[in-house]
């Protein structure tokens, strides 16, 4: 069983920047590509970005540019670096792998 714990979520002011990490139990981390999910209050979750086995990475419109998603396969842990934050990317965020769901970490984009 694959267990994820999401860290790094906090309060920060429009235009600013967190890194939040997903750590993964197991020995098969690196060979599975990890997602980062957000979900807006009274919005369906929807996916932010993507990061393979490989290192290739793809993310959602509205944070191309912004977001920077990458993994350190000698730490279990993926990251989502998160730039230039806007109030709308408030939201609770969710890493998943292998069908496997974290518990989520809130962040809130407010002045």
């Known amino acids: 069983q694959v267990q994820l714990v999401e860290s790094g979520g906090g309060l920060v002011p429009p235009g600013g920047s967190l890194r939040l990490s997903c750590t993964v139990s197991?020995?098969?981390?690196?060979?599975?590509?990890i997602n980062w999910y957000r979900q807006a209050p009274e919005k369906q979750r929807e996916w932010v970005a993507t990061?393979?086995?490989?290192?290739?990475?793809n993310y959602a419109d509205s944070v191309k540019g912004r977001f920077t998603i990458s993994r350190d396969n000698a730490r279990n842990t993926g990251y989502l670096h998160m730039n230039s934050l806007k109030p709308e990317d408030t939201a609770v965020y969710y890493c998943?792998?292998?069908?496997?769901w974290g518990q989520g970490t809130q962040v809130i984009v407010s002045s």
């Open positions: 197991g020995s098969m981390f690196r060979i599975y590509p």
């Open positions: 998943h792998m292998v069908g496997n």
């Open positions: 990061i393979t086995s490989g290192g290739d990475t």
